[in-house]
């Protein structure tokens, strides 16, 4: 069985830095590929990127180009998320989430189409 643990949140102030990790074990991740979610209080979750392992490739939400930059360690079995240019509105409970390489799935980006996920991670910013 596939699973999956995020980590590297935190509280950063706007503007900075962090790089989310999230680490599979159980199955490769050369046959899921890996999405990222964020979830705000009072606030649906909502998809950041998908990574392709297929592809080698994201597909990113509007609002995450040019600021967030997905990328995969295979070694490792490992998907980062690395977020810049943080600000207030990108708090939130961050988690990773899979679904099968070959599929559209990723590049639709809904949640209800991945599985398994992880526990989580905060990310919160602010001054």
């Not at 199955?27 to 080698?56: H, M, T």
């Not at 597909?59 to 977020?83: E, H, I, P």
């Not at 600000?87 to 949640?111: I, N, W």
Request: net charge positive; hydrophobic share 30%; proline share 4%.
């Amino acid at each position: 069985q596939l699973h999956l643990v995020e980590s590297g949140g935190g509280l950063v102030q706007p503007g900075g830095s962090l790089r989310l990790t999230c680490v599979a074990s159980g199955y490769s991740l050369d046959i899921y590929s890996v999405g990222w979610f964020r979830q705000s209080p009072g606030k649906e979750r909502e998809a950041v990127v998908c990574f392709d392992s297929g592809a080698n490739f994201g597909y990113y939400a509007d609002f995450a180009k040019g600021r967030f930059t997905a990328s995969r360690d295979r070694a490792k079995n490992t998907v980062y998320l690395q977020m810049d240019s943080l600000k207030a509105e990108d708090t939130g409970l961050y988690h990773c989430a899979a679904v099968p390489v070959g599929s559209r799935r990723c590049e639709q980006l809904q949640p209800r189409y991945f599985g398994p996920w992880g526990q989580g991670t905060q990310v919160t910013v602010s001054s």
